[in-house]
């Protein structure tokens, strides 16, 4: 930061660095109050570079939504077995999608709050991050009642409506959660996931969601012993 | 619609009607496209009036949100009786919900689409109504807690939590259920209902939760009769 460097540095290294400042600056001030000085200074760049390579602020701030949302999809989409019940994929998938946005707070602040706050050609960016993950989320839930071996009783319709219910859950889940000190992203995966899971009414009566023990999890991932560390803290 | 009148009218009547077009127009074009000239013809008042009136295009979009926000917190508040189980009251809650925004679907638009695509201090007002919302939904939760006659286990970070994704879910459904075709208000509930009381697990197992019987229903309510009409579509 400060000084402005001219070393040289491959293009695509450079963008990488103007776009982690971008996310920090407009997931912390919000896209009105940031400003480009502020965000070539975090990267190190002069300001004219900035808008060399990222052509203006709405583009840039574009750039940094498509990142963000491209890095939550795939951090969702890596982070579930799809070989495992259905359960132990909705718990991973839950993992994964809080681990990164307790990880990325900038960056989801961007995605669920900037993005949507300011016109609609940023929003319907967010939009189709959103219905790809409302997808894989379908095809989780249909999954879940084929594996049941018996007639769902779960329409086509229904099916829809409870992937809308769960993404929506989440994204409130995630912002309440990061706003909210002290929570971890374990903590908030496991109080969705029984909720979803197990629903309100078992969870009055004493009868939760269990994660899988430790030494069960890392058998499952191949590995030779159980660690304390991965192991859900409920 | 047409000819702008002149007839004498109380201003509050006026006003009213001239949010009723504004919250028509904004739900329908958006808040950008949406112009001052078709919401004046709507309301069937010249357009200076309007102005006179509501000052400006932010403070009549302001006010809309204003109106739709109490409005809708005062559907839920009012549909829920407080005395009945706390699975019912969930029940009249989330039915209430879907009830009001699938009769308001214009002023539903303004206040999850609009209200927060168009810059901090209309979205504000969306965040203080739904503060109001989760603060009823986390009572709710608390009392279905005591109502188990037992220890709980629910921490109140973890209550916090689950009023989140509940709303959460109720917001992303709702917009769902007034893009699809076919959906009506009492499908929604009961597709949130049983995700949230009973859950993914138990609806994979056949073990849905159930409505009330219209009879009881109406027993519930001081009627002499059940009637078909509210028995909820599942």
Redesign the interface.
Known sequence: MGAVKTKRMPRAVREQQMLDAAVRIFGRR?Y?AASMDEIAELAGVSKPLVYLYLNSKESLFTACIRREAEALVEAVRAGVRRELP??RQ?WEGLDAFFTHTSRNPDGWAVLHLQA?????PF?AVVTAMREEIVVFVTQL?VD??R??H?D???PG??V???A??????????A???NA?PG?TAR??AA??MN????????????R??SPPEPDQDAQDRGQTGGSAETSPTR
Chains 1, 2 share one sequence.
């Open positions: 919000g009105m259905a359960d909705l949507r706050t300011h016109g609609e929003a839930i879940a009642a594996e049941a018996r769902p009783h779960l319709r229904e829809a409506g409870l809308e219910a769960l993404v929506g859950a989440a994204e409130s889940l912002a309440w959660a909210t929570t903590q908030a109080t969705l909720f979803a899971w197990a629903g309100l009414g078992d969870l009055m009566d004493g939760p969601w």
